[in-house]
């Protein structure tokens, strides 16, 4: 037999049986059962005698994740986790010791005194296939979620999650517990911020930064150290934005990271939705009861930021991700592509929330026609040049062409670069008077070179979260709303009624 196996590679195994003598019979079947559920062929090359790229890969990253502490060992601690966790039973000191001596024996550098190194384990699993043991590594990569082609499994990867309409996910404290932990472990230098290289070490086990963080040009969307590298602030503003956007990107990078892998029991297969949440339902109000909209009951906000080319949308975006004042650039460059900037805000009393604003770009039109994209949207800054007379102008005509969505919208005006000299708007309404004609705050006139440029984002957060002021009124509606005059008619007639009253009883006592 050995010399059929030696020429003919994919010759699983060999057995001698016999029916009559029933000899090995149960021990065929089994054969045949392992043969079909745990393959070789897809983890070992027997004619090279090494490990397949994809099963390299995956060992790889399950190293990664039973690597707490990162220094490119498994402890006898980390071991001993990684036995408990893929085979229920603990690991005696006897079999650590005949396990590294058998690593140690062809790779002599791959046991140290802090452990066993990433190339021994891969060896160790290189050797649980040559000697027939390969139903070992699949329970391992199955522990891990590896389906049978060593993808992981599309259940774990993107798991059943709704959220409702109205509603949006954000990331719940034990999301955020596990990315601050994230950071600070590959935080090598302390110098709370991530270097390139340390982000790389951080997305090993994964397949790269997110595409959607690359298309909004991270970092340059969140906030940064003079270095340009991401802090700590910037990173869980990154993940508050991501979750909010696109939640299942969050969700299979928590698995990619291992989130399920992270709690203090080995054994304990965390499901990634407990790393996220879902906000209350936020509904917008009728138009006669806007004046009276309820508190919205979320920690992440999104703005967008509309206005005529060249009012200064990309320069509140920068200032934004660095509040110290800055001289305005003197050269114009459009933004032809969508941006977002996000930062976390702190409200008077303490409060923390985190303010995503959206710069549209050339796909203006189409989101603000969109319903869908505008749903996600929690207020609308229009901003305008006060020292470009056609700048407002674009504003008005901007909300008469998509009236029928951004009358739904609170909203803020923004009279930009307002340090320089300020000059009457080439339009039939001003806009303080066109404000008021809506019922809504007067611009803010701000600029980017101010000490106080950071009070505007403030007031951003504070209407988002509490926007009943902030939402437009419509033609004929009185500044209370229909449904406030309707409330202040019934209370003015029950008045009237008890006064009649009063006074039909004066008159009868004195009658008598």
């Known amino acids: 037999m050995l010399p059929l196996m030696s020429e003919f590679k994919e010759i699983d195994s060999c057995i ?5 003598e029933h000899h090995n019979i149960n021990e065929v079947f089994f054969l045949c059962q392992k043969a079909v559920t745990d393959p070789i062929a897809p983890l070992f090359d027997s004619k090279d005698s090494s490990l397949k790229p994809a099963c390299v890969s995956a060992l790889q990253r399950i190293f990664y994740l039973c690597d707490r502490d990162h220094d490119g060992h498994l402890s006898d601690k980390e071991i001993h986790d990684f036995q408990i966790k893929c085979f229920r039973k603990p690991l005696s000191d006897l079999d650590l010791a005949n396990i590294k001596s058998s690593i140690q024996s062809q790779l002599p550098d791959s046991v140290t005194d802090k452990g066993i190194t990433q190339s021994g384990f891969l060896l160790l699993n290189k050797l649980f296939a040559e000697k027939g043991r390969h139903e070992t590594v699949w329970l391992i990569l199955r522990t891990f979620h590896y389906t049978d082609s060593l993808s992981l499994q599309s259940s774990f990867l993107s798991p059943k999650f709704e959220v409702p309409a109205n509603s949006s996910a954000e990331l719940s404290p034990a999301g955020y517990r596990f990315f601050v932990d994230l950071f600070l472990l590959h935080d090598k230098d302390n110098d709370v911020s991530l270097s390139p290289s340390e982000l790389s070490a951080l997305f090993a086990p994964t397949p790269g930064i997110p595409s959607q963080w690359q298309e909004n040009d991270f970092p340059s969307c969140t906030v940064r150290n003079d270095a340009n590298y991401v802090t700590l602030q910037g990173w869980l503003a990154q993940w508050s934005m991501t979750t909010f956007t696109s939640y299942r990107t969050t969700l299979a990078y928590l698995a990619y990271l291992g989130f399920d892998s992270s709690s203090s029991s ?96 050339d796909h203006e039109p189409a989101i603000l026609d969109n319903a869908a994209k505008l749903a996600q949207c929690d207020v609308v800054l229009y901003t305008y040049d006060s020292g470009d007379a ?43 008077e066109y404000a008021a004609r809506l019922g809504v705050q007067k611009p803010l006139h701000v600029s980017v070179a101010w000490e106080s440029i950071p009070e505007l984002f403030v007031q951003v957060a504070e209407v988002g979260l509490n926007p009943g002021s902030a939402y437009p009124k419509g033609e004929g509606e009185e500044e209370g709303g229909d449904g406030d005059g309707l409330m202040a008619y019934w209370v003015a007639a029950g008045a009237v009624c008890v006064v009649a009253a009063a006074v039909v009883g004066i008159w009868r006592r004195m009658s008598t």
């Open 16 to 20: 001698r049986t016999s029916a009559r």
């Open 266 to 361: 080995p054994s304990s297969n965390t499901s990634t939705l407990k790393a996220l949440t879902i906000t209350k339902p936020r509904k917008r109000p009728s138009r006669g009861r806007r004046r009276r909209a309820a508190p919205v009951s979320r920690t992440v906000l999104q703005a967008f930021i509309l206005g005529a080319p060249n009012s200064g949308k990309s320069a509140l975006l920068s200032t934004f991700l660095s509040p110290r004042p800055s001289p305005p650039s003197q050269t114009y460059s459009p933004s032809l592509q969508p941006r977002n900037a996000v930062n976390t805000v702190e409200l008077p009393g303490g409060k923390q929330v985190t303010l995503i604003l959206s710069e549209l770009g």
């Open 390 to 432: 056609d700048s407002f102008a674009y504003v008005v005509r901007l909300r008469e062409k998509y009236a029928h969505h951004l009358d739904e919208l609170p909203l803020l005006f923004v009279a930009t670069k307002a340090d320089r000299d300020r000059v009457r708007q080439d339009c039939e309404t001003q806009p303080e």
